[in-house]
């Protein structure tokens, strides 16, 4: 075999592993300095508040990054509870509808029995009665299995209702010892911002530092992009479904609109877990005209999402609306619904590595002999 052949593979193969490794290295250091990444993720966001409190106007740099956070984790907080106080008010609204509809729902079942169910039961009845008794026999043998493998799955759903319950109850002592670490780590990152990044700076060489200035940069602004898309998204959805409801004069129009574009952002739930409770408590109430237009509406709002995302998120992060497209779909077949948020993301990933020669200049490595 040739000489610069076989060192070409060879090197092809130290740069495979060495990704391979890497990768698994930067999960596992991830799992273990997680908050650390989030309190730099934090400092990063606040940095440039904490400069304009420090440098404009005078303040220490202590008290600054202090200042900062109790803004920034305030508003988050705020917003928080407002969408909490919005969402009890707007469930104690539904549950007294619910108690006032009440005996309209429960006559409209009676009647929807009466009229459908019950003269579809006993035409079964009588088809069932005519039939030989091994038919009959094999019918009952599977409406039983039905009957158990119903049961079976509704203990299995219990137990992961439970099970997660317990879980979340037992996960909050973490939780607020993970948010003790982010809020100290954050506020120590903040305050040495300057001193860790020229000691960073001293520690990679020159080329590293140029790739990751590079990677940095463009990573920065695809997740301000991808952030600024996503909200651009969600205000579309809230921006409908308020016209919409206000179009059918719905109450709290604006506090569900609200709701259902936070929903929006959820992945395996989206608008549905609003729209489809609710067309189906409102079919029931028998206000067929009103789960029309409710319907009417989740149809609008999925067919505004499905055609504007792709367009949105490649116009904000600066992709090929196709690229786009194409990752999303990829993602979503890998993934699911969380593949939405990462084929993006690796899209975005691969991406900046390209603008920053990475791939050109491992291909040049590669290529290269041992001697250089």
């Not at 005996?103 to 009588?126: C, G, R």
């Not at 877990?273 to 237009?293: N, Q």
């Amino acid at each position: 075999m040739n000489r610069n052949l076989l060192y070409m593979i060879l090197r092809l193969i130290f740069v495979i592993v060495a990704t391979v490794v890497g990768f698994y290295a930067l999960l596992y250091m991830s799992g273990l300095i997680y908050p650390f990444i989030i309190a730099f993720a934090f400092a990063y966001l606040i940095n440039p508040v904490v400069n304009f409190l420090n440098q404009k106007l005078q303040f220490p740099r202590a008290l600054a990054v202090l200042v900062s956070l109790i803004l920034v984790f305030g508003a988050i907080v705020g917003l928080v509870t407002y969408l909490v106080t919005e969402a009890i008010s707007a469930t104690t609204y539904l549950l007294q509808l619910v108690t006032v509809k009440l005996p309209d729902i429960v006559a409209f079942a009676e009647q929807f029995a009466l009229n459908h169910i019950m003269p579809l039961y006993d035409d079964l009845i009588s088809k069932f009665n005519h039939l030989g008794e091994p038919q009959r026999h094999t019918i009952t043998q599977n409406i039983q299995n039905l009957g158990t493998e119903a049961t079976t799955q509704m203990k299995e759903l219990l137990t992961a209702i439970i099970s997660g319950l317990t879980n979340f109850i037992s996960a909050l002592p973490t939780t607020l010892t993970v948010l003790v670490f982010v809020l100290l780590a954050t506020f120590f990152i903040s305050y040495d911002w300057h001193r860790l990044a020229q000691k960073v700076r001293k520690f990679l060489p020159n080329r590293v530092h140029g790739y990751g200035k590079t990677i940095f940069v463009d990573l920065r602004k695809a997740l301000f992009g991808f952030v600024k898309a996503q909200l651009t998204l969600v205000s579309m959805t809230t921006i409908i479904v308020l016209i919409g409801l206000l179009i059918l004069r719905v109450p709290y129009a604006i506090t569900i609109a609200i709701i259902t574009g936070v929903v929006d952002l959820l992945p395996y739930l989206g608008t549905g877990a609003v729209f489809v409770p609710w067309v189906i408590y409102v079919f029931f109430t028998g206000d067929t005209a009103f789960a029309i237009g409710l319907l009417i509406l989740y149809i609008v709002v999925i067919v505004q999402r499905q055609i504007m995302e792709p367009k949105v998120l490649s116009s904000n992060i600066g992709l090929d609306p196709l690229a786009t497209l194409i990752a999303l779909f990829v993602g979503f077949k890998l993934f699911g619904f969380l593949g939405l948020i990462i084929g993006p993301v690796t899209l975005v990933l691969l991406n900046t590595l390209h603008k920053a020669r990475v791939f050109h200049d491992l291909w040049k490595y590669i290529k290269g002999s041992p001697s250089k």
